[in-house]
């Protein structure tokens, strides 16, 4: 079982930046591979960027591609998220999420076993 908790998130200017952290307990962190999600409200839960767990590999979703960077310290079981440029249309909940796979970094939320309950990001414009 890993616990996972989120933080970091809060309100922000548009072409602002924020760094969001997800500390993760349980089991070893550098097993698993790591992804970050957002959901707006009306919308579904969608991908944002992930690593796999030795840190070398990662992919991002194309409307932050260029702006986010994830990252990961697998000495402090913390995943990061630096957000710059923030845009009003990356307003959401933001949640970190745990693959126990993690060879590669995964796109899609099935890949996903474990799951922090958020942190919100409020991008004003």
């Known amino acids: 079982q890993v616990q996972l908790v989120e933080s970091g998130g809060g309100l922000v200017q548009a072409g602002g930046s924020l760094r969001l952290s997800c500390v993760a307990s349980g089991r070893t962190f550098s097993s698993y591979g790591m992804g970050w999600f957002r959901q707006a409200p009306g919308n579904e839960r969608e991908f944002v960027a992930a690593?796999?767990?030795?840190?070398?590999?990662?992919t991002y979703a194309d409307s932050v591609k260029g702006r986010f960077t994830i990252s990961r310290d697998n000495a402090k079981n913390t995943v990061y998220l630096q957000m710059n440029s923030l845009k009003p249309e990356d307003t959401a909940v933001y949640y970190c999420?745990?693959?126990?796979?993690?060879?590669?970094?995964?796109?899609?939320?099935?890949?996903?076993?474990?799951w922090g309950l958020g942190t919100q990001v409020t991008v004003s414009s």
């Open positions: 999420a745990a693959d126990n796979l993690g060879y590669a970094p995964a796109r899609t939320r099935g890949s996903y076993d474990y």
């Open positions: 690593i796999s767990r030795g840190g070398l590999r990662t």
